[in-house]
């Protein structure tokens, strides 16, 4: 049942923006390295760019896995699954770049995310599709989406810029991962926008 598809059609938009949450996979080169897979979930945080292109917003957290993959070799796949309606899983495989706080496409890029713009955002991941693929998602149960977790937002949002980015210098894998690659520049780039 699975198809691959050259471009991030009409169809396929819609089904993305009506997930309420993604997975993102990366890994770095070493075969002793750790693979990371992270859900992500805050509403309006992706966007699809163009038919071959999304970003999402890259919020705090105590680690910069993703980040620190995609500075090193840029590989990254998105998975959306439906959790209701007719079943199907679809991914994107491609390269991803961070584009951080103190870049000058961060303003342009950062509007294309309206509201969901909030503190704690730290970099926008943009990513090129250079594979887009479905499969059945037969076994992929039924749940229901209740609310958003408002936790994240309402903590960062009782920071100052500056707390935040004190913040990410005091978690040990923000500036270096797990593996020991550069993650999140440090000190956090003062936001341009």
């Not at 945080?45 to 292109?53: F, K, N, P, Q, R």
């Amino acid at each position: 049942m699975g198809k691959v598809y050259a471009r991030i059609d009409d169809r396929l938009r819609s089904f993305i923006e009506a997930q309420k949450v993604f997975f993102v996979a990366s890994a770095p080169l070493s075969g002793s390295g750790h693979v990371n897979i992270s859900p992500k979930g805050r509403a309006g945080s992706l966007a699809v760019l163009g038919e071959d292109e999304l970003a999402y917003l890259d919020f705090g957290g105590s680690h910069a896995e993703t980040l620190a993959h995609l500075r090193e070799n840029g590989r990254i796949a998105l998975m959306w699954c439906a959790f209701e309606g007719p079943p199907k899983v679809l991914r994107v495989h491609g390269r991803g770049e961070p584009v951080f706080r103190d870049d000058p496409r961060w303003a342009e890029l950062v509007r294309r995310f309206g509201d969901a713009d909030a503190p704690g955002l730290r970099a926008i991941v943009v990513v090129r599709a250079e594979r887009i693929s479905d499969s059945c998602g037969f076994a992929v149960p039924f749940m229901d989406y209740r609310e958003e977790r408002t936790l994240h937002a309402d903590h960062f949002g009782r920071k100052t810029d500056e707390e935040f980015a004190a913040y990410c210098e005091s978690k040990e894998h923000n500036g270096i991962s797990i593996d020991g690659l550069p993650a999140l520049p440090l000190p956090l780039p003062a936001r341009t926008s």
